[in-house]
């Protein structure tokens, strides 16, 4: 019995850690397409709004039929969905938005990646998961390694205002891992699905009362060695690096519980700079491979110091029953 258990565990976190990196790399990939949006005359705005509501929109068939007309399964977790799109989606892009706006994009992201540290506190505060010394290892490694990644010694400065609307970022986005690892049963393409819609609407309604400029064009989108039309990218960007990395993302977090799944999502930096250089031809510098080394040592270090067996939290099924899962 012992070995089945612990053969379903190990199953359960390779799942898990190909999921996760799954969603790393699909979220990676929208900076690039973005650029080169950007490039052709899209605000940066715009580039989320549809993103994030085209993301939804495609979702929304395959989350309809995993509901399978249980709708007071959705009714009983509106607070969830609601906040996962407020706080998760809307909320950290705007405070990016705005963080960058007052500051260096190098620096902005530093402070937006600091959001695994947060998990880990929110997880001792909340729930006594005290971190231990693998995870603080874990932690410094991949924090170093985002320094090092994001050049930020490169002459980087930041007003007091736009660090804290990078902190308001980085709880965001700690919220989205503590929120995906939330014990429910609603399954995790209908959490995606409503909290994308959500958070695509609350951002467009950002857009037409002015609070982020929404402009986009049809003009043809350059890339390093071709050329595409606009509305390439834009599929790529919603479908890709939102519905399929908000979606696998979910699902990882649930497998792997927030701390874990905060931290392999720092492989998402890797695989930007890998479709930055594919996509833009930015190839990254030796100092930048280097933290990227530091990074995977601190998400393996992390995972060293996860407990050896999931934490159980009961979640009550339709029937009743209780199902253990991963904090």
Do not use: K
């Not at 937006?112 to 971190?131: C, D, F, M, N, S």
């Not at 890998?274 to 601190?298: D, H, S």
């Amino acid at each position: 019995m012992d070995t089945l258990t612990h053969d379903a565990t190990s199953g359960r976190v390779r799942v898990g850690v190909g999921l996760a990196l799954i969603s790393a790399g699909s979220f990676g990939m929208s900076g690039a397409l973005a650029s080169g949006l950007m490039d052709a005359g899209w605000s940066a705005a715009a580039v989320v709004v549809v993103r994030v509501l085209l993301a939804g929109i495609v979702l929304l068939p395959f989350a309809i039929r995993q509901l399978d007309r249980r709708w007071e399964l959705l009714r009983a977790n509106a607070s969830l969905v609601v906040a996962y799109g407020l706080i998760a989606v809307a909320g950290t892009q705007l405070a990016y938005f705005n963080a960058v706006a007052n500051m260096q994009v190098g620096a902005a992201l530093l402070i937006e990646y600091t959001a695994p540290i947060a998990v880990v506190g929110w997880l001792w505060v909340r729930h006594r998961q005290r971190p231990g010394a693998a995870t603080v290892a874990g932690a410094v490694l991949g924090v170093v390694g985002l320094l090092l990644v994001l050049d930020v010694g490169a002459g980087m400065s930041a007003s007091a205002v736009g660090v804290g609307w990078g902190l308001l970022a980085m709880l965001g986005a700690a919220t989205y891992f503590v929120l995906s690892a939330h014990p429910t049963t609603l399954p995790a393409t209908v959490l995606a699905a409503g909290g994308l819609l959500v958070g695509g609407v609350t951002l467009l309604i950002a857009g037409l009362v002015g609070i982020v400029p929404l402009q986009a064009t049809t003009t043809t989108v350059v890339f390093e060695s071709f050329e595409t039309p606009w509305w390439a990218p834009v599929l790529t960007i919603g479908i890709v690096t939102a519905a399929i990395a908000y979606s696998t993302g979910i699902a990882a977090t649930r497998l792997l519980g927030s701390r874990l799944a905060a931290f392999i999502a720092l492989t998402e930096v890797l695989a930007a700079l890998g479709f930055a250089w594919i996509l833009l031809g930015e190839a990254p510098g030796l100092i930048q491979l280097l933290g990227g080394v530091l990074i995977l040592a601190g998400v393996i270090a992390v995972r060293l110091g996860e407990p050896s067996e999931p934490v159980a939290i009961a979640v009550p099924l339709a029937a009743g029953q209780p199902v253990d899962r991963a904090d």
